[in-house]
């Protein structure tokens, strides 16, 4: 009787150190870092379970021992608290930091760059064309109220969200530069400054050049002048859709669009596209000019005149430039004329 009592109480003492064995082994393989060589990205789905997650990570090779980590998400009491999304595990992480990694939702953040001067049919192409988001944009935005800027957003957010984003942004942006702007401006509501904003922002992609541009169309509206804007004829002709793939043509010039900036006085009727910061800046504090033209130079930029004699003198020369690098065409070849 006592030896039996004898070799139970070995047996405990042998099953309790077995135990704590499995136990200290549990911990350091939890703790020590794991096999995986190369970043590896793993799916959460929404609803995933304990179960499914490890296997997902297993499957993945971010862990080797799937029990182990169960049983350690189980023991902290966090397998609860695991969340759904997108991961991006760093070769070597431990399957303690990666049980941290879904405790806190370290989600893959990815990044829209929403380039100045595009329509917002543009902008709605550019996000059905954007992988991880939620494709569920029902109407193209209206035209000119989204800031052209970089967003950060997560797998699966939605596209409308995003756009009431841009949107929320411009208005920001809009009206904190509304309140600086220049005394006596031809225009009065933030509506209109957008509306020609647009315009400056298509005119030119040199930063440099938005103020002085906005400077040449303030002096225009300011006289009573068309503005006799290309990129406006372009809006009217595509009718918003984006660039042609052609030069505009005498026909173009000629049609009766609202839009047509050769042929209606003032503003357009609305914007012609989304334009950044810079371009609503240069609209609410132009470059304190007395010209009245530009043409492109042949170098990306342009070429500024006060006067209509000095402003034929730069549409020849851009002329002839053109004719050196252009087939013969009936195109017209400058803008503020």
């Given at each position: 009787?006592?030896?039996?009592?004898?070799i139970?109480?070995?047996?405990?003492?042998?099953?309790?150190?077995?135990?704590?064995?499995?136990?200290?082994?549990?911990?350091?393989?939890?703790?020590?870092?794991?096999?995986?060589?190369?970043?590896?990205t793993?799916?959460?789905?929404?609803g995933?379970?304990?179960?499914?997650?490890?296997?997902?990570?297993?499957?993945?090779?971010?862990?080797?021992?799937p029990?182990?980590?169960?049983?350690?998400?189980?023991?902290?009491?966090?397998?609860?608290?695991?969340?759904?999304?997108?991961?991006?595990?760093?070769?070597?992480?431990?399957?303690?930091?990666?049980?941290?990694?879904?405790?806190?939702?370290?989600?893959?953040?990815?990044?829209?760059?929403?380039?100045?001067?595009?329509?917002?049919?543009?902008?709605?192409?550019?996000?059905?064309?954007?992988?991880?988001?939620?494709?569920?944009?029902?109407?193209?935005?209206?035209?000119?109220?989204?800031?052209?800027?970089?967003?950060?957003?997560?797998?699966?957010?939605?596209?409308?969200?995003?756009v009431?984003?841009?949107?929320?942004?411009?208005?920001?942006?809009?009206?904190?530069?509304?309140?600086?702007?220049?005394?006596?401006?031809?225009?009065?509501?933030?509506?209109?400054?957008?509306?020609?904003?647009?315009?400056?922002?298509?005119?030119?992609?040199?930063?440099?050049?938005?103020?002085?541009?906005?400077?040449?169309?303030?002096?225009?509206?300011?006289?009573?002048?068309?503005?006799?804007?290309?990129?406006?004829?372009?809006?009217?002709?595509?009718?918003?859709?984006?660039?042609?793939?052609?030069?505009?043509?005498?026909?173009?010039?000629?049609?009766?669009?609202?839009?047509?900036?050769?042929?209606?006085?003032?503003?357009?009727?609305?914007p012609?596209?989304?334009?950044?910061?810079?371009?609503?800046?240069?609209?609410?504090?132009?470059?304190?000019?007395?010209?009245?033209?530009?043409?492109?130079?042949?170098?990306?930029?342009?070429?500024?005149?006060?006067?209509?004699?000095?402003?034929?003198?730069?549409?020849?020369?851009?002329?002839?430039?053109?004719?050196?690098?252009?087939?013969?065409?009936?195109?017209?070849?400058?803008?503020?004329?």
């Amino acid at each position: 009787m006592r030896r039996a009592g004898r070799i139970a109480i070995v047996l405990l003492i042998a099953a309790t150190l077995a135990v704590s064995g499995i136990f200290i082994w549990g911990q350091k393989t939890f703790q020590r870092p794991g096999q995986l060589a190369t970043e590896a990205t793993v799916i959460v789905p929404r609803g995933a379970g304990l179960q499914r997650i490890a296997t997902l990570l297993a499957e993945a090779g971010v862990i080797d021992r799937p029990l182990v980590f169960i049983v350690a998400a189980r023991l902290k009491e966090q397998h609860l608290d695991l969340k759904a999304g997108e991961y991006a595990f760093a070769p070597g992480v431990s399957p303690a930091e990666a049980l941290a990694q879904l405790r806190e939702g370290r989600v893959v953040v990815h990044r829209l760059t929403v380039p100045e001067g595009l329509t917002s049919a543009q902008v709605a192409r550019l996000l059905a064309d954007t992988e991880g988001l939620i494709h569920d944009l029902k109407d193209i935005p209206a035209e000119g109220i989204l800031l052209p800027e970089t967003y950060d957003f997560i797998r699966d957010d939605r596209s409308s969200v995003l756009v009431d984003r841009m949107a929320t942004a411009h208005a920001r942006k809009l009206a904190a530069l509304w309140q600086d702007r220049a005394d006596g401006l031809p225009f009065s509501t933030p509506e209109e400054a957008r509306v020609l904003a647009s315009i400056v922002e298509k005119e030119t992609g040199i930063a440099a050049e938005r103020p002085r541009i906005a400077g040449v169309f303030i002096n225009r509206l300011r006289r009573g002048m068309r503005l006799q804007s290309d990129p406006s004829v372009v809006y009217a002709v595509s009718a918003g859709a984006g660039p042609l793939g052609r030069p505009l043509t005498l026909a173009d010039l000629r049609i009766d669009n609202p839009y047509n900036t050769y042929k209606v006085s003032g503003l357009p009727p609305g914007p012609i596209a989304n334009a950044g910061a810079a371009a609503l800046a240069a609209v609410l504090q132009p470059a304190a000019t007395d010209e009245l033209y530009f043409v492109a130079d042949g170098t990306g930029g342009h070429a500024f005149a006060t006067t209509l004699r000095e402003h034929n003198r730069n549409v020849a020369k851009w002329r002839r430039i053109n004719r050196q690098t252009e087939p013969a065409t009936d195109a017209t070849d400058s803008t503020g004329n």
